[in-house]
């Protein structure tokens, strides 16, 4: 049976996947590692926001970072993982 904390991580990781920024920042970090001001190109955000939901993706566990120079390069921790999460999602929505 499913402990207390394990419950907890699962709802923060489905939390950090419920808006629709961060979802989209992981579809984009499914394709390959890309930097902060790479992504925040793709949206109509400021880097201090687009950094803010990084942050809340690092958090859960969803994301890691290197840094590159003064760069920092994001890319999933478990793609495999996070496939099956939006394959199952979209089967829902489908």
Do not use: W
Not at 20 to 48: A, G, M, W, Y
């Amino acid at each position: 049976m499913a402990s207390s904390i394990d419950r907890k991580k699962k709802a923060q990781i489905f939390k950090a996947l419920a808006h629709p920024i961060r979802l989209h920042i992981v579809e984009l970090l499914l394709e390959d590692e890309k930097c902060v001001n790479d992504i925040r190109d793709l949206f109509d955000s400021t880097q201090p926001n687009i950094s803010q939901h990084l942050n809340i993706l690092k958090y859960s566990g969803i994301v890691d970072f290197r840094q590159s120079g003064n760069l920092r390069c994001y890319y999933l921790q478990d793609p495999e993982k996070i496939k099956k999460i939006i394959r199952a999602v979209k089967g829902l929505v489908a």
